[in-house]
């Protein structure tokens, strides 16, 4: 969560099947996961629910800008699902435990297939992970196409993939708590709708920009790779009809499973519902406006073909500031690790070696010392050893005839 976000561009450098496990299953749902565990602690304290779901906004939408600006591949899908995680935490500060884990578990069958769709383009495009040189994939990877295009469908909400259910009742759930809390939830879910699409046509659409070495061995990927992806297509599209909202016909099975698990808490808390009537009318503004912003990004990035600025350097302003993450890396580095980094020069230089060193290396050289005079006596004369054992005798008797 904000702003303890920083390491999550770069856990995504191992291989796909690898990062793909932290977003989906592991890892960065855990926190998720323990506030549901914990609910009825969250819904005792009114404040830590505020709390919750204020973090879970600003990371979201923090994140979500982040991912406007990103041209690697993998850093896009990596800052998407810290923005998916605060959209959870939206839902779990609204009291709506079952809704959020309801989108872990669609959001964990899109991210699989978002990311390990992204390893079959870094496979084709010879570990190429730069979306400023792709382009025109769609034909030479149809598979990853068309996978990759279900999977963004389904983060956009458009229905009725999984992705629609899920967030459709996070923002519903936000609206009956909060008004703010709702617009700030509806513009991050437009904000991934478009850099979701953005990184869907840079990719696979419009003029390709790759070398040509790499463009004439464009190939789609193995069935090894292509097989799971059309799996969790398949799981992206249907995984949200175990949740159906009743305004739709469906009978909220996945909260009714969880209901037990909750039920202490939603006795406790007074929380507010939309009519169904309200809640469709928020469907459809979001849908419709979901669909502008495509019409939007497709615009942009396919008929007028526009390409983000090669030179990063030459950015400025609001762009700069994206590009860069909001500077939450130089200021870690700033504010924790060069302190950090000086502390310990300054500890090793005083306390180690000035300190620690001497003590052990004097022990030694007091030990080494006293090695050294002991040998001299080894002299290997025996008449000197029986001279020295005489001599220590009578200086024992005299020693004791003193003290008597």
């Not at 993998?74 to 884990?101: D, E, H, I, N, W």
């Not at 870094?122 to 979306?131: N, P, R, T, V």
Request: hydrophobic share 50%.
């Amino acid at each position: 969560m904000s702003p303890l976000f920083a390491c999550c561009a770069w856990r995504v450098a191992g291989p796909p099947p690898v990062f793909t496990l932290f977003p989906a299953g592991t890892m960065v749902t855990a926190g998720v996961y323990m506030i549901a565990r914990s609910n009825i602690l969250y819904t005792l304290s009114p404040l830590a629910l505020d709390i919750v779901a204020v973090t879970g906004v600003v990371t979201a939408l923090m994140a979500a800008t982040i991912a406007l600006r990103q041209n690697d591949i993998k850093k896009v899908l990596a800052y998407s699902t810290v923005s998916q995680l605060g959209l959870m935490f939206v839902a779990m500060g609204t009291g709506a435990y079952a809704t959020g884990m309801f989108h872990m578990m669609t959001h964990a069958f899109f991210k699989a297939l978002l990311f390990l769709g992204a390893g079959s383009v870094i496979h084709a495009m010879a570990g190429e992970q730069d979306i400023r040189r792709m382009g025109g994939l769609a034909k030479h990877l149809p598979v990853t196409w068309l996978t990759f295009l279900i999977a963004t469908l389904a983060i956009s909400g458009i229905p009725p993939l999984s992705g629609f259910f899920s967030k459709d009742e996070i923002l519903a759930n936000a609206f009956a708590d909060n008004l703010s809390l709702w617009i700030a939830a509806a513009f991050t879910s437009l904000l991934t709708v478009f850099y979701m699409f953005r990184l869907l046509f840079l990719t696979f659409k419009g003029t390709p920009r790759m070398s040509e070495d790499v463009k004439k061995h464009l190939h789609e990927s193995p069935r090894s790779m292509t097989i799971p992806l059309i799996v969790l297509a398949v799981l992206s599209v249907a995984g949200g009809w175990v949740n159906i909202p009743e305004v739709l016909g469906g009978g909220h099975a996945f909260s009714n499973y969880l209901a037990p698990v909750f039920a202490d808490s939603q006795r406790l808390m007074e929380q507010h519902h939309v009519s169904h009537g309200t809640e469709l009318t928020l469907m459809g503004v979001i849908v419709t406006l979901t669909v502008v912003v495509i019409v939007l990004a497709y615009r942009e990035y396919v008929r007028m073909g526009r390409v983000p600025e090669p030179d990063e350097a030459k950015l400025r302003g609001v762009a700069r500031l994206l590009n860069r993450k909001y500077f939450i890396d130089e200021i870690y580095e700033a504010l924790i690790v060069r302190p950090l980094f000086l502390l310990s020069t300054v500890l090793y230089e005083i306390v180690d070696r000035a300190l620690v060193d001497r003590v052990v290396n004097s022990t030694g050289g007091v030990v080494r010392g006293l090695g050294q005079a002991f040998r001299k006596v080894q002299t290997g004369n025996t008449g000197f050893y029986v001279f020295v054992m005489a001599a220590a005798v009578l200086l024992l008797i005299t020693l004791k005839m003193l003290v008597m």
